[in-house]
């Protein structure tokens, strides 16, 4: 179970630095609903084939595709937001990103 664990961090890491590229150049908000639609689709696959095998590399793809979404998140709010907001409302988005990855 460990290296499912791995999988899913290895596979995070390596979104933050793979699907950074089409974000930068597609923007932030379209990559990101595709982002989630693949993400969804990977985590039914967790929950509903019984394979072992099958779920460790969906929860690999499951990290990829969800790795970025963070930075995206956080490049997005500072575009979106007036600038009076942006200190409080980065580091809320900070913390609580924080603490859902616990």
Not at 28 to 34: Q, S
Not at 49 to 58: E, L, M, R, T
Not at 71 to 93: D, N, Q, Y
Request: a neutral charge; charged letters at 10%; proline letters at 6%.
């Amino acid at each position: 179970m460990s290296y499912i664990a791995t999988g899913f961090w290895l596979g995070l890491t390596l979104g933050r630095i793979v699907l950074a590229f089409p974000a930068h150049i597609w923007g932030e908000k379209p990559v990101i609903l595709i982002y989630n639609i693949f993400a969804l689709v990977f985590q039914f696959v967790v929950w509903f084939v019984p394979n072992i095998a099958a779920d460790g590399v969906s929860v690999a793809l499951l990290g990829f595709f969800i790795g970025p979404m963070f930075p995206c998140i956080m490049s997005l709010s500072t575009k979106v937001l007036p600038e009076h907001l942006h200190v409080s409302v980065i580091g809320f988005i900070a913390a609580f990103g924080e603490m859902s990855l616990r």
